[in-house]
């Protein structure tokens, strides 16, 4: 097996297998995705990139789709939590 | 200086990646795009630490192997004119010119809302699927999968895999018209293969026919399902929910090209002839963007058109008949895993429609059309583009899609502004 990715989410380091998604990084640390408009808990749906339910900010760009990317060592990872 | 291409495909799924090797194989320059970073499409999507079935893996090698095929991965359409697409990746935006455009954009899940379906932990049924293949934590996860047809299946089989507790898998269908469906299944011998091969890998799992999951509830995620079924109501606690409704053609790009569309029940597909053309001189369209069929008519169409693109008009006349009977197949799906009345009602007054504005079911009464509910409340108008409440409101129906607007896809303010000039003719 090939060497984990090394990413930050929130802060946290976490180590994941190559070829993982961001959005399942995030699950793995139990994180909270975003919030709706209306201030409610939002999570992935669609996983193929077509709700943006899993939107997060990675690397300083807003508005990413994390179930769209794979992990990348030393991604910096933001959720709305 | 950008590039261009003879033949441009849209979409690395079956029906795009047998397209490129075709035409391919004809000598033209061929442009492979997707918006995922790996080529496979739904059914090939690559799991984490696992090589694909061999089926995947020729039809995946076939194209991105082919010195004549350019494979641009992570690369999104935002945009069109005659000749040329607007793409974005992670660069940057640019134009890619084509003398031939073929579309595979494939499918997406038919969603449908329900009380307590915006909770984390509610997924897609094929949702489920495509999070768990990339590495999606499930070990010791107690899962529900309810909604419709046979990507329930698939959809449980990889979440065992992954180490998840299944409690059942719930099929809306009644038990009569599935016992049909399996009955004719003899003459399609690869699908009846894998439906034996699934049903083996689910031993155990309770499937249960006539069932819809009424309501999901939880405090900050969901912790329970409340499933309808011929025996009574039956509450079920859970840690994940993964409920799809079929499939539906992704046909925003075609729309904006000016492709003329038909509609396959309550939803709008690619229309085009045997050939694999659209109404649009030099544009084809191939899998589940002409109407649902699933990877056989799939990968069959994208062969026809990426032969008829590079005007090999025998190559995809030699496909027909094959063609035909992948297509039948596809036809009985749709007879007998036909939705029950049951599954258009369970939104309630409160039921958040548009998830992206938090738009509830009573805000839409009394608006004719999606335009007047886009003005007033803002349905539609989010990130998604309405690409799941307008699904879903035209099942319901409430009113069908309208018209695609560029950008197709949020896109950064310098991919619009890219120079549309700026492609080099093939
Ligand atoms: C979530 C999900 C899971 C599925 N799982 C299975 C399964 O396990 N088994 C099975 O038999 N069938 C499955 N299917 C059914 C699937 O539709 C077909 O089996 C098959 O993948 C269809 O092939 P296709 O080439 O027509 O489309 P797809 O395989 O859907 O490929 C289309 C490709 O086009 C790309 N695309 C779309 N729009 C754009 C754009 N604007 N810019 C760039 N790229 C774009 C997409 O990223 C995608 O990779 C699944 C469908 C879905 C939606
Ligand atoms: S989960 Fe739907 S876009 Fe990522």
New interface residues.
């Given amino acids: 097996m090939s060497a984990p990715v090394r990413l930050q989410i929130n802060g946290h380091g976490v180590e994941v297998p190559p070829g993982t998604s961001v959005a399942a990084a995030i699950a793995r640390l139990g994180l909270p995705f975003r919030r709706s408009v209306q201030g409610h808990w939002r999570a992935p749906l669609c996983g193929i990139g077509v709700c943006f339910e899993c939107r997060v900010r990675i690397d300083g760009l807003a508005q990413q789709r994390a179930c769209m990317l794979p992990v990348r060592e030393g991604m910096q990872v933001w959720t709305d939590a | 200086m950008r590039d261009g291409y003879d033949v441009l495909v849209v979409g690395a799924g079956p029906a795009g990646l047998a397209a490129a090797a075709a035409a391919a194989g004809h000598g033209a320059r061929v442009g492979l795009i997707d918006?995922?970073?790996g080529a496979g499409g739904?059914v090939w999507r690559?799991e984490?630490?696992r090589t694909g079935p061999a089926l995947a893996r020729r039809g995946i090698a076939a194209a991105l192997g082919h010195p004549g095929v350019a494979w641009l991965p992570?690369t999104q359409v935002v945009g069109a004119e005659a000749g040329a697409l607007l793409v974005e990746d992670p660069q940057g935006g640019r134009w890619l010119g084509y003398r031939a455009l073929v579309l595979a954009a494939g499918a997406?899940?038919l969603?449908l809302p329900f009380p307590g379906w915006?909770?984390?932990?509610?997924?897609?049924a094929?949702?489920?699927?495509?999070?768990a293949k990339?590495?999606?934590?499930l070990r010791g996860c107690r899962v529900v999968i309810a909604g419709s047809g046979p990507l329930l299946l698939a959809a449980a089989v990889t979440a065992r895999r992954h180490g998840a507790e299944l409690l059942g898998v719930y099929e809306q269908a009644g038990g009569e018209h599935l016992r049909r469906f399996a009955r004719g299944l003899w003459r399609w011998p690869g699908k009846a293969a894998q439906a034996a091969w699934m049903r083996a890998r689910l031993a155990g799992v309770p499937y249960r026919c006539g069932s819809v999951v009424r309501r999901a509830s939880g405090e900050?995620?969901v912790q329970a399902v409340e499933v309808d079924g011929p025996h009574g109501l039956q509450r079920i606690a859970c840690d994940l929910l993964a409920v799809g409704y079929g499939l539906l053609p992704?046909v925003e790009l075609a729309r904006l090209l000016g492709c003329a569309l038909r509609q396959s029940g309550a939803h709008p597909c690619v229309d085009t002839d045997s050939r694999q053309r659209t109404s649009v001189e030099g544009i084809y369209a191939a899998g589940e963007l002409c109407g649902i069929g699933g990877r056989d008519s799939a990968r069959l169409e994208g062969a026809i058109a990426g032969h008829a693109a590079a005007g090999d008009d025998a190559g995809a006349a030699r496909l027909q008949r094959p063609r035909r009977h992948a297509r039948r197949f596809a036809e009985r799906l749709d007879r007998h895993f036909a939705l029950d009345p049951r599954v258009r009602a369970l939104a309630e007054a409160d039921t958040v429609i548009c998830?992206?504005?938090?738009v509830p079911l009573s805000a839409l009464d009394g608006h004719a059309d999606a335009r007047s509910a886009r003005l007033a409340t803002r349905c539609g108008m989010?990130?998604?583009q309405g690409?799941?409440c307008g699904g879903a409101l035209a099942e319901l129906g409430r009113f069908p899609r309208d018209g695609s607007r560029p950008p197709l896809f949020?896109a950064r303010l310098s991919t619009l502004a890219a120079d549309p000039v700026s492609f080099r003719d093939p």
């Fill in positions: 918006a995922q970073a739904q690559r984490v630490a992570q997406r899940e969603l915006t909770l984390p932990g509610v997924t897609g094929g949702g489920l699927q495509a999070l990339q590495g999606w934590p900050a995620r992704n998830r992206c504005e938090d989010g990130a998604c690409r799941i949020p």
